[in-house]
T-cell receptor
Framework: NAGVMQNPRHLVRRRGQEARLRCSPMKGHSHVYWYRQLPEEGLKFMVYLQKENIIDESGMPKERFSAEFPKEGPSILRIQQVVRGDSAAYFC????????????FGPGTRLTVT | ELKVEQNPLFLSMQEGKNYTIYCNYSTTSDRLYWYRQDPGKSLESLFVLLSNGAVKQEGRLMASLDTKARLSTLHITAAVHDLSATYFCAVERGTDKLIFGTGTRLQVFP
C-alpha cells in the first residue's frame, strides 16, 4: 500500500505566478489535511477536506489560497499570485474515515518563490 | 483556542546523557503525538498517546502523558548521534486537525 504521495516535491515560482500542489491520499483514506511549515517553525494547519467537501478551512489565508478534493483524482492546494512569504514546505496528510486512526503524512512539497 | 508549547526549543546534549523534552497544551485533547523530523524531510510518527498515564517506549525514547496536567514528556536515555533531529508534539481534537508545538531541535555531540 503506497503511502501519501505529493507532487511536485520541489516547486519554484516567480512572484505573481500560480502554484498547484497535489496530494494523493493513501488507498482507502477519504480525509485529507494540508499543513504549512515555514522555515524553522512547526507545522500549521491549513485545511481539512473530505471528498468534494471542505470541512474546516480555518487555517487558510483569506485570499489567494484555495483547496479542493474532487470525487476523482488528487487533492489540490492552489496558491494564486504567489509572494515570497508563501515560500514554505506544504505537507499533506490523510486518514481513514474514522476518528480511531491517525493521520499519515506525505513527503511534502517545498515551494520557493523567487 | 488550543495552544501547544514545547520546551526547550534547542537542546544540545552529549552522547550518553539523558534529557527530557516537555509539551504543554492548553485545553483537553483526544490524542497526543510525537514526531521526528530530519532536515528537509517529512514527519516520522514516533508515539501516539491516548489516555492519562499512557507510557510508550521505543529504543532510547520514552513518551508519557498526563492529561490532568495537560503535559506530555519525551525522555531521551543515553543519547546517541543518530537521535539528532527536530522533535514535535502535536495535539488532536476530534478528527479535525493537529495543533503542533514549536518543535525542539536536538543536537547530540560526541
Amino acid at each position: 500500500n503506497a503511502g501519501v504521495m505529493q507532487n511536485p516535491r520541489h516547486l519554484v515560482r516567480r512572484r505573481g505566478q500560480e502554484a498547484r500542489l497535489r496530494c494523493s491520499p493513501m488507498k482507502g483514506h477519504s480525509h485529507v489535511y494540508w499543513y504549512r511549515q515555514l522555515p524553522e517553525e512547526g507545522l500549521k494547519f491549513m485545511v481539512y477536506l473530505q471528498k468534494e467537501n471542505i470541512i474546516d478551512e480555518s487555517g487558510m489565508p483569506k485570499e489567494r489560497f484555495s483547496a479542493e478534493f474532487p470525487k476523482e483524482g488528487p487533492s489540490i492546494l492552489r496558491i494564486q499570485q504567489v509572494v515570497r512569504g508563501d515560500s514554505a514546505a506544504y505537507f499533506c496528510a490523510s486518514s481513514p474515515p474514522s476518528s480511531e486512526y491517525e493521520q499519515y503524512f506525505g513527503p511534502g512539497t517545498r515551494l520557493t518563490v523567487t | 483556542e488550543l495552544k501547544v508549547e514545547q520546551n526547550p526549543l534547542f537542546l544540545s546534549m552529549q552522547e550518553g546523557k539523558n534529557y527530557t523534552i516537555y509539551c504543554n497544551y492548553s485545553t483537553t485533547s483526544d490524542r497526543l503525538y510525537w514526531y521526528r523530523q530530519d532536515p528537509g524531510k517529512s514527519l516520522e510518527s514516533l508515539f501516539v498517546l491516548l489516555s492519562n498515564g499512557a507510557v510508550k517506549q521505543e529504543g532510547r525514547l520514552m513518551a508519557s502523558l498526563d492529561t490532568k496536567a495537560r503535559l506530555s514528556t519525551l525522555h531521551i536515555t543515553a543519547a546517541v548521534h543518530d537521535l539528532s533531529a527536530t522533535y514535535f508534539c502535536a495535539v488532536e481534537r476530534g478528527t479535525d486537525k493537529l495543533i503542533f508545538g514549536t518543535g525542539t531541535r536536538l543536537q547530540v555531540f560526541p
